[in-house]
């Protein structure tokens, strides 16, 4: 029976791709027994659940007032912190022996509905703990060359301090000095004859002018 262990080494942003993407730095290595040659891996099609951890780190006060809308008010936070799920994904791991280092590519959003989103920009530095759960089908050769498939334990996974820095720097590489405001289709209806009734050029403009009026009438 193989054994495989995973460590992430680094995650770092890929700059060039279509949309957000970080890639974990995935070391793959396969247990050896004591005298016996090491297996040779044919192929691993690897799945993997990535999951954010928040009760793994402290928060400052900024970052707790940025963070209500996802977790409630601090007070609540013992029963409202809980683990997250992030994203399922996959990939085929080619041939090897031994051990292997792998890129895990994890496609990100700036949609600031994803809760995975807002607790990140809701950061200000340091890591997140995040953990990956992993499963999946190895393929592999016996000493005598013969094929052989064996599953991978569920309780297989490896836990990352992805940085803080790393996704802000990818997020400001694909959306520089910009951030992203999903509305439902009759809000947007409304903003927008409101822009186009006062010439309004840019939707930055037109917010501003909304929250000054809104001001006004507070006062």
């Not at 004591?34 to 970052?63: D, K, M």
């Not at 992030?86 to 791991?93: A, D, G, I, K, R």
């Not at 994803?114 to 607790?119: D, E």
């Not at 929250?211 to 006062?219: D, S």
Request: glycine share 2%.
């Amino acid at each position: 029976m193989i054994d495989l262990d995973f460590h992430v080494e680094k995650a770092q942003a890929v700059l060039y791709a279509a949309a957000p993407v970080l890639s974990l730095k995935l070391r793959i290595t396969a247990a050896e027994k004591p005298g016996a040659q090491p297996p040779a891996i044919h192929s691993i099609l690897l799945r993997c659940q990535v999951r954010i951890e928040p009760t793994q780190r402290r928060y400052q006060p900024a970052e707790q007032e940025r963070l209500t809308d996802l977790f409630a008010e601090p007070a609540r936070w013992h029963q409202t912190l809980r683990s997250m799920l992030w994203m399922n994904t996959s990939l085929m791991v080619p041939a090897f022996t031994s051990e292997t280092l792998a890129d895990l590519l994890l496609p990100c959003t700036f949609d600031f509905n994803v809760a995975a989103t807002k607790y990140f920009e809701g950061l200000d530095a340091g890591d997140i703990p995040i953990c990956l759960l992993f499963s999946g089908t190895i393929f592999y050769a016996t000493s005598d060359q013969t094929l052989q498939v064996a599953q991978i334990p569920w309780e297989k996974e490896a836990n990352f301090r992805l940085p803080v820095a790393v996704w802000k720097e990818m997020m400001n590489h694909y959306y520089p000095n910009t951030a992203w405001l999903c509305l439902q289709r009759d809000a947007f209806d409304q903003l927008h004859r409101y822009k186009r009734q006062h010439g309004i050029p840019t939707w930055e403009q037109t917010i501003e002018t909304l929250l000054a009026e809104t001001g006004k009438a507070l006062r």
